[in-house]
């Protein structure tokens, strides 16, 4: 079958068999088929979608256009977490080391951020030394000892998602849903996993602003991840303002860090909880969502998740003595109040601008080549339904740059909308997907 048949049996509406999909991806991850024909296969997807089985297809082939980990060897449950990601979402630093504790394997491999969302390896790298780039049998030598490791995805791992994600970021093809099904799932099922908890961020600082369309990504990965012999969940949760009170990644490097001490902001810890219950549940540790959180708070409050994170973070060569003094992580040159313009109550802090105000200090990239500064970011958020003084902080600007500050600044006004009359604190868990 030439390329140019399947693009146009796609194009005219028809479902492709899984050896023309296989061949196709296989083709193109090996260079054999160029770049425009491959675009132009996305493209067709994108207008004229997938079947679920064709969606099935597309992930396999795209997980195994590389190496699929052998995790076999490793005796505990193999459960992981995915989030189609946010602002100030650090929830995958403080669940792995959490639910490790409780006797699950977490092999996570993760991204970084771009636009305006945040990435758990940038916000890693903020740590001086952790290196997220482990060879795969060290990865899987520290799942073995400790229960859980963050690495980044490695070129062996599903290339063909690496190649087609470029291909699809300039040619307009991002947002489709099978497309965006089999580019996470491809990814995360290569770790060798037994199960995957999905968080689907649905609201204005999420991929998906509207929670229908939220919804349908995450029936569309839950059924892959089925069909493909994985225990799956998946929770809708909000994403409409910042998760937690920091959004910058040696700023919630240090939230994570009181996080796992117990002392997380409730907004933070209700949606890692109610994930890591998910994931105990999957792995077969806990028969309800009230026994799993209990066995999690319990790691929280004994210490021994704290503890997990340090070892987590000295296995891979991070400086630890950075932990234990978090004012000794990288720090921003320029720290700035917010105020309030009036006393009220916080009805909106918009994590969309949030987001964007923390891209133009720096702290994301658009590109995937831009570096990151480590350093800055926004602190102190205060929350939607909290009450502020006129002039009391309504966050505090991390700045390396007084002219990107001047930037940042209206964009932070802007995010903040202050109220006579209290509003409700917006619900964290929308909605549990699970068929
Ligand atoms: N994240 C991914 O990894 N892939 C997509 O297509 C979208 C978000």
């Known amino acids: 079958m030439l390329p140019q048949w399947l693009i146009e049996k796609k194009r005219d509406g028809a479902a492709l068999a899984p050896d023309e999909i296989r061949e196709f991806i296989g083709g193109f991850t090996a260079g054999a088929i160029p770049d425009y024909q491959m675009a132009a296969l996305a493209m067709a997807i994108f207008f004229r979608g997938m079947t679920p089985d064709e969606t099935a297809a597309l992930t ?26 946010g602002i100030g979402d650090k929830i995958s630093l403080v669940l792995a080391p959490l639910v490790a504790c409780c006797g699950v394997a977490v092999p996570m491999i993760s991204g970084r951020g771009l636009g305006i969302t945040g990435g758990t390896l940038d916000k890693l790298e903020a740590i001086p030394g952790y290196r997220t780039n482990l060879a795969t049998r060290e990865f899987l030598d520290v799942v073995a000892r400790l229960g859980c490791s963050i690495i980044g995805q490695t070129d062996r791992l599903a290339p063909a998602d690496k190649k087609l994600y470029a291909l699809r970021d300039v040619t307009g093809t991002v947002p489709s849903i099978p497309l965006i099904t089999a580019s996470i799932m491809s990814k995360k ?14 609201g204005r600082g999420a991929f998906m602003k509207e929670r229908a369309a939220a919804a349908e990504l995450a029936r569309s990965m839950v059924r892959v991840g089925r069909a493909m012999g994985k225990k799956m969940c998946a ?26 001490q117990g002392r997380g902001p409730g907004d933070l810890m209700a949606v890692t909880l109610a994930l890591g219950a998910k994931m105990l549940q999957l792995a077969g540790l806990a028969n309800s969502c009230d026994t799993a959180q209990a066995m999690l708070s319990a790691h929280l409050k004994s210490g021994a998740a704290w503890r997990k994170w340090l070892e987590m973070v000295r296995l891979h060569g991070g400086d630890t003595a950075t932990l234990e003094n978090t004012a000794r ?8 109040p917010l105020p309030a313009p009036q006393a009220g109550f916080v009805a909106q802090a918009d994590a969309e601008l949030i987001g ?54 209206p964009l932070m006004l802007a995010a903040f909308r202050v109220t006579e009359r209290a509003a409700p604190g917006p619900e964290l868990i929308l909605e549990e997907i699970t068929s």
């Open 60 to 85: 396999d082939a795209m997980m195994r256009s590389g190496d699929v980990l052998d995790t076999s060897a490793l005796a505990a449950p193999k459960i992981d977490k995915h989030s189609t990601g």
């Open 189 to 202: 099922l290569a770790a060798g996993l037994d199960g995957l908890v999905l968080d689907v961020k649905c």
């Open 235 to 260: 929770l809708l949760t909000a994403m409409d303002q910042p998760l937690g009170r920091t959004a910058g990644n040696a700023l919630e490097i240090v939230e994570t860090c009181e996080a796992l």
């Open 329 to 336: 992580l990288p720090r921003a040159k320029i720290v700035e």
């Open 356 to 409: 964007k105000a923390g891209l133009l200090l720096g702290a994301g990239r658009t590109k995937t080549t831009d570096a990151v500064d480590h350093a800055v970011g926004v602190s102190g958020l205060a929350k939607i339904g909290e009450r502020v003084e006129q002039g009391q902080p309504l966050a505090l600007l991390h700045a390396n740059d007084a002219a990107l500050l001047a930037e940042a600044r």
